[in-house]
């Protein structure tokens, strides 16, 4: 969050012209706070303790789970309106074809990997919970009210560019929680529809999803 907060400012003293931008500046943003939320995230690694693998064990659920973060995906290239006109991830500005692979590998690995369990520890098993109670961790995983869905619905969808899509998303991973009650369940889901995102903008070109 503070990453995402630094990238506004920057981009916004940009457009007042306090600051002078190169256009790939920013790229050069996204592989560090990639590395920075996965360290931080392997440093309390320990205190993940409602993320549960096991859970992933139950194939037929699992198999389905993949199925709706297809869906997602689906759903979000269709729902592309948007705040503004979102510039993307676009590592083919970068000068040689060595550092454009490095920058892509790191995109994807974040989209993929750091992204969708720094999210979902965030979105479905603190904030969720902790809108019921502050003290969250007396919440079963999974408990439901209408303003727990509500506004982590709505804000997740403020977090993202693409705000039709982002809510919906948001309620699809919140019904993955409340029919899973996993966190693991719903890593999946957020991983595979980021993944099939990446292999849609890789091969189409449309980097403006990123």
């Not at 003293?13 to 360290?39: C, E, M, R």
């Not at 440093?43 to 997602?72: D, Q």
Request: proline share 3%.
């Amino acid at each position: 969050m503070a990453f995402v907060g630094l990238e506004d400012v920057i981009g916004f003293s940009a457009a007042q012209g306090f600051i002078t931008l190169g256009d790939t500046t920013l790229l050069y943003l996204y592989p560090v706070k990639t590395l920075i939320a996965a360290g931080v995230l392997y440093r309390y690694r320990s205190e993940y303790r409602e993320l549960t693998i096991k859970n992933l064990a139950n194939l037929p659920t699992t198999l389905s789970l993949c199925g709706a973060g297809l869906l997602v995906f689906v759903l979000w290239i269709q729902l592309d309106w948007t705040l503004g006109k979102p510039q993307g991830f676009n590592p083919t500005l970068l000068p040689g074809q060595d550092l454009q692979i490095v920058m892509i590998m790191s995109r994807v690995a974040g989209a993929v990997l750091v992204v969708p369990l720094i999210e979902e520890l965030f979105w479905r098993s603190f904030l969720i919970r902790y809108i019921i109670d502050s003290d969250f961790q007396k919440v079963p995983l999974g408990a439901y009210t209408r303003a727990s869905f509500l506004l982590t619905v709505v804000l997740f969808a403020l977090e993202h560019h693409y705000i039709l899509a982002g809510l919906m998303a948001g309620a699809v991973y919140n019904l993955i929680l409340y029919r899973t009650r996993s966190i693991a369940q719903c890593i999946l889901a957020h991983a595979i529809t980021n993944l099939a995102l990446a292999i849609y903008v890789l091969n189409t070109g449309n980097r403006q999803y990123w």
